[in-house]
Each structure stands twice: as structure tokens, then as C-alpha cells.
């Protein structure tokens, strides 16, 4: 078990909008976890959680500016699909 831990809990309009950015972020889970950090990724409704784990704070902050980006793009292009 890694020792260091964040959880970040975005909440959304509605879970259509949750869901969007969680099928954004869903197929970079494998692909960016590396051997000092893991993210987890979890959705009820209108409210996703994510959760990045780390051997070191160093990997955590690393970590945690990498998702919390990733979330911002989806965030983004999804908002772009509705104009």
C-alpha cells in the first residue's frame, strides 16, 4: 500500500456531465500509472471521485497536478460539445 493519499471530489450539474468527464479520464488510468503512483476513479450520479496514491510526496504533487489537468481538459471539451 502507498502511504500517501488525496481525494478529490468534483461535483457536477447533473451526471450526464459527470459521466462525460469520467469516460474521458477512465482509459488514462492504465496508461499513466507509473511505479510510484495510481489513481483510482469513481462515480454516483453527479459527483466523481478521484483518488491518487503515492510511495512519495513528491509523486503525490506530481500526481495530483497530472489528474487534476486531465480533469480540467475534459471539463473543457465537454463544455465545448454543448455549443
Partial sequence: MKPHRTVFTFEYQDSERARRVER???P??????????????????????LTVVAEDLVA??????????????AEAAGAATRT
Avoid at 488514462?28 to 471521485?49: H, K, V
Avoid at 503525490?60 to 481538459?73: D, E, K, P, S
Fill in 60 to 73: 503525490l504533487r506530481a500526481g495530483c497536478n497530472t489528474w487534476t489537468t486531465l480533469t480540467a481538459v
Fill in 24 to 26: 474521458s479520464l477512465r
Fill in 28 to 49: 488514462e488510468l492504465d496508461d499513466i500509472d507509473g511505479d510510484r503512483t495510481q489513481a483510482t476513479l469513481e462515480r454516483a450520479d453527479a459527483t466523481l471521485q
